[in-house]
């Protein structure tokens, strides 16, 4: 997935459109990622399209109020349908039986000869980097390190928002290991985001990508699937 810089449900201000077809082209183009796509893998994190490696410890401002959180649907290892919406809203994801596409002996092989499911639960993290580094960052998750550790962090947060109006989160990135169950696979590396300090939320107030309409929130209507 390329670094794209514009994100469906945002805040910030939309850029006009010169004309009707131009908006069109724009709303039809939209993708979930802003900035440079952030991922953790094998115990690493990599950012962008050249996949820099990024420092644990990193510090980034976490904007909470555009977490998302759904489905999206791979085939031959692109991402092709999404449904999501804000956290922040109270949206909730429909369960995965809702979906389709519900037959093992269908889906796509992995790597390592397993059949994967299309549909993968995940979740998008804005972030924006601290000090010199004020770029936008898109931490994505569907594993289940990578979406306890977002767990983690909506626990963290939601404790402390309170305190803490008109603030996000800084947050420093670190990773964590556990034994799996399976001793073949030994331990197993996770992210982490651990809450080092507060910045108020204008701090994202200079960003204005383009925006999209608001992604599917009802329950009950997959059908209504953003394609990507």
């Known amino acids: 997935m390329n670094d794209i810089a514009t994100r469906p449900g945002s805040t910030a201000v939309p850029t006009p459109a010169a004309n009707p077809f131009t908006a069109y082209g724009e709303a039809a183009s939209q993708k ?7 991922k953790f893998s094998k115990g690493d994190y990599f950012a962008g399209q050249d996949e820099d490696e990024v420092e644990e410890g990193t510090t980034f401002v976490a904007n909470m109020d555009e977490m998302l959180v759904g489905w999206i649907r791979w085939e031959s290892n692109k991402p092709t349908d999404q449904i999501m919406g804000k956290v922040s809203d109270g949206y909730q994801p429909p369960r995965r039986n809702e979906l389709g596409e519900t037959d ?25 980097g ?46 964590d290991a556990y034994d799996h169950p399976n001793r073949s696979y030994g331990r197993i590396k996770v992210p982490t985001f651990k809450i080092v300090g507060w910045a108020g939320k204008d701090v994202f107030a200079e960003d204005a990508p383009v925006t999209a309409e608001e992604l599917p929130a009802k329950k009950a209507e997959p059908a209504k699937r953003a394609r990507i």
Request: hydrophobic share 35%; proline share 4%.
């Open 104 to 128: 093992h002996t269908q889906w796509e092989v992995d790597d390592n000869g397993k059949q994967r499911d299309p549909w993968q639960l995940s979740n998008y993290l804005l972030l924006k």
């Open 32 to 38: 979930s990622i802003v900035g440079k796509l952030l």
């Open 130 to 175: 601290t000090g010199d580094d004020s770029e936008l960052y898109t931490f994505t998750a569907s594993s289940k390190g990578g979406l306890n550790a977002l767990g983690d962090l909506c626990k963290a947060y939601g404790k402390a928002m309170a305190q803490h109006p008109g603030e996000y989160p800084v947050v420093a990135i670190g990773v």
